[in-house]
Each structure stands twice: as C-alpha cells, then as structure tokens.
C-alpha cells in the first residue's frame, strides 16, 4: 500500500504563494509519476501537473508559468511552488502516484487526502 500525504495548504492574499508538499510512504517506487490535482466547490477534479522519475514536468495551461512542480526522490517528496496566486486557484489540491503519466484523475490509483489552498482577493 502507498501513503501520501499533503501539507501546506492555508489562506493566502491574491498575487501571494504558497509551497505544497506531498510526501510518500509504504509501498512507494521512486519511478512513480507524481502529480496535483485540485477541486473547486461543485466541480470536476483538475489536473495541475505532474512530475515523472527523471524530473520531466507537464502543466495545465491554466498554471503554466505561475505553478513549479519539484521532486526531491531522496524523500520520496514532491513539492508544489505556487506564485502570483489567483482567487480562481481556489479548491483542495490532491497528490496522486502510479506508474504511469495522465492527466485525468482516473489514471492514478494512490491519492493524498487533500489539502486546503484559498486565495482571498
């Protein structure tokens, strides 16, 4: 069985940042695809980006530019550098792992309870 766990979510000003992190444990292989997700209030869960075992990274457009993912795989820990954050990136951002890349939810069969990121404007 693989564990995740999110930290560092909170309540930030718009144009603030924040720093992410998800931590894996248990069952965990280092070449797994890692990857956030976050869910807004009545929608769908949203891809955000992932990160693969050599570092490769993909990026909803909606973040590009704004969003750094990062990995350090000595502690089986990603992490999640949000800048210049936007009333809209409101939602619980989710880790997810497997061994393979996607970017639609289903893909993922370990997932991190959530973490709560509001962006005030």
Known sequence: ????????????????????????SGRF????????????????????????????TNYADSVLARFTISRDRAKNTMYLQMNNLKPEDTAKYYCAADATMSVVATGYRYWGQGTQVTVSS
């Open 29 to 56: 292989f280092s070449n797994y695809v890692m990857v956030w997700f976050r869910q807004a209030p009545g929608k769908e869960r949203e891809f955000v980006g992932a990160i693969n075992w050599g570092g490769g």
């Open 1 to 24: 069985q693989v564990q995740l766990v999110e930290s560092g979510g909170g309540l930030v000003q718009a144009g603030g940042s924040l720093r992410l992190s998800c931590a894996a």
